[in-house]
């Protein structure tokens, strides 16, 4: 399955930020490639320094599909969401850039629909969103479901954003609009998301999405806590203060 062609340039670059995710790196990868099988791209892994053995995983994936295919950007320990995208990125070929999460939550059958949705409109931005039409969560208990659209809602009121899922991390942007965003951008952790976003439709960028399902991670354990909704709240503030 490793691709013979050699090196260069990639039309597209997936980034996905790794921690402890040994169980679920390979699904992910293999699926990637399952649902793009005419798509000339590359997937760039940036692991946190994972104890979990996730790195080693990674260098066996790389044996199947190709160092030029399968790219392992380690950093020594965790450094934060936005700042593992910029990572990513100075290692990027492609003119389009995708991030997505490992955990499986977003799964590779909707990346057609996004290249797609951007071919059709041009958009500078294609998110995926859980709050229209054919979008959803599965695996969530209730009282998480109506935190996050009340999460949602007040996000939408306060800061009219532009689009209908603030904190969703499954996003495709054009290379030198995510260079744009990320540069403007100042928090970190779960607000990130959140204010790139906002940061886009203040700039004036065109944004378009796509109704996902979000799938809460198959292996391992959640990092979202109190302490990222105590975030998620200042976050809000400071947006609305500066935005």
Sequence with gaps: MADDAGGGRREYSI?????NERLNVALIVYLIFKHLPDVNFEIIIVDDGSPDGTQDIVKQLQQVYGENRVLLRARLRKLGLGTAYLHGLKHASGDFVVIMDAD??????????FIRKQKETGADVVTGT????????HGWNLMRKLTSRGANVLAQTLLQPGASDLTGSFRLYKRNVLEDLISSC???????QMEMIV???????HIEEVPITFVDRVFGTSKLGGSEIVEYLKGLVYLLLTT
């Design 15 to 19: 980034i996905v930020p790794t921690y």
């Design 104 to 113: 499986l939550s977003h799964h590779p059958k909707y990346l057609p629909s």
């Design 130 to 137: 859980r709050y229209v039409q054919n979008g959803g969560v």
């Design 186 to 192: 100042v928090s970190k952790g779960y607000v990130f």
């Design 199 to 205: 940061r886009a439709t203040r700039k004036g960028y």
